[in-house]
């Protein structure tokens, strides 16, 4: 599978969540890797303004936090929202990768996190390509 049909089969499943308005897919250093944009937001960025000058990446610093959470013994950290004035980010722990939806504010949250294990297996090919390099 190429990068355009992961890019489609994530836009497919994606569009299926009301208020998910994008996926990008990182390293846990924060390169990215694929990003898809749902067709309603063409006129949005895919990643936060910035992202790419930013000294550490934030998907980076959520694999460091996920690594440090499962230290508590609470189990393995699975994912983690970050909600801002005007949007929310689910950022998913799949090592080596780490997913950041981007979904609108006032959408279910539930409803987005609810397609996360589709999405885990739509990128297994990808997951498994990267921890071989």
């Known amino acids: 599978m190429n990068a355009e049909e992961v890019e489609s089969a994530l836009i497919a ?17 924060g390169v ?3 990003s898809a ?17 930013r000294s550490v ?18 189990g393995k950290c ?7 004035d005007n949007k929310v980010v689910v950022h998913v722990n799949m090592p080596p990768l780490v997913l950041s939806l981007l979904v609108e504010d006032g959408a279910d949250v ?14 297994s090919p990808v997951q498994q390509v990267v921890s071989a390099s």
């Open 13 to 29: 499943l994606a569009g299926t969540i009301s208020g998910l308005k994008g996926i990008v897919i990182t390293d846990r250093d």
């Open 32 to 34: 990215q890797i694929l």
């Open 37 to 53: 944009v749902m067709p309603h937001s063409q006129s949005e960025p895919a990643a936060p303004q910035g992202s790419a000058s």
């Open 57 to 74: 990446p934030i998907e980076a610093g959520f694999a460091i936090v996920a690594d440090q959470l499962s230290k508590l013994q609470f």
């Open 78 to 84: 699975q994912h983690v929202l970050a909600m801002y």
């Open 110 to 123: 539930e409803a987005v996190i609810s397609v996360i294990p589709q999405l885990q297996t739509a990128l």
